[in-house]
């Protein structure tokens, strides 16, 4: 069983920016592939932003190209979603999420973007953005 604590968020002015970080219990934590979603009042969940196993690869919703990255540290067990240049939309809770993957080849570089792909997901953090 993994278990995901999501931490950083807050409320911050347009413009601003915040840093999420997603702490992952487990030994394996290198093997897994990391995801940040985000659900907004009214709407489904939505991804945001992904990364391999290895952190070579990492993709983005149109929406965050450019202002936001997505890291990790495998030697600390964490994600981290840097956000910049935030704007009024971005305001949702923010979860982390987690899949149990292998050290091959052919995950090395995969990337997963649909909520169903992941097994594991933290309780969110609340981001607020105002105007």
């Known amino acids: 069983q993994v278990q995901l604590v999501e931490s950083g968020g807050g409320l911050v002015q347009a413009g601003g920016s915040l840093r999420l970080s997603c702490a992952a219990s487990?030994?394996?934590?290198?093997?897994?592939?990391m995801g940040w979603f985000r659900q907004a009042p009214g709407k489904e969940r939505e991804f945001v932003a992904g990364s391999s196993w290895s952190g070579s690869v990492a993709y983005y919703t149109d929406s965050v190209k450019g202002r936001f990255t997505i890291s990790r540290d495998n030697t600390k067990n964490t994600v981290y979603l840097q956000m910049n240049s935030l704007k009024p939309d971005d305001t949702a809770v923010y979860y982390c999420?987690?899949?149990?993957?292998?050290?091959?080849?052919?995950?090395?570089?995969?990337?997963?973007?649909?909520?169903?792909?992941?097994?594991?997901w933290g309780q969110g953090t609340q981001v607020t953005v105002s105007s």
């Open positions: 999420a987690a899949r149990q993957t292998a050290q091959t080849t052919g995950w090395r570089t995969r990337v997963l973007k649909g909520e169903h792909e992941y097994d594991y």
């Open positions: 487990g030994r394996t934590f290198s093997n897994y592939a």
